[in-house]
């Protein structure tokens, strides 16, 4: 389906839309050629579910500004 389209950096934060028309958020990965969904704090064994390139429609950065720093513990 992207064939034309440029692929993100690897291991960018995007929100990438499936061939069901699905809005997902997650990470692009160049080595398996896949956007991975971001499911939740289970942890970084839990890779959550893959979606190959040829299966996504279209995709763009997450706006990195809009989210707090990983490296950054809130605690309230």
Same mark, same amino acid.
């Given at each position: ?17 499936? #061939?069901? =028309? ?17 499911? =939740?704090?289970? =942890? ?28 950054? #513990?809130?605690?309230?």
């Amino acid at each position: 389906m992207m064939k034309d389209r440029k692929l993100p950096e690897d291991q960018s934060l995007v929100l990438f839309t499936d #061939m069901n =028309g699905v809005p997902r958020e997650g990470t692009y990965k160049k080595a398996s050629k896949a956007f991975i969904e971001a499911i =939740g704090d289970e =942890g970084p064994e839990d890779t959550g579910n893959i979606y190959p390139e040829e299966d996504i429609v279209s995709w763009e950065y997450l706006d990195k500004k809009d989210r707090p720093n990983p490296d950054i #513990m809130i605690i309230l």
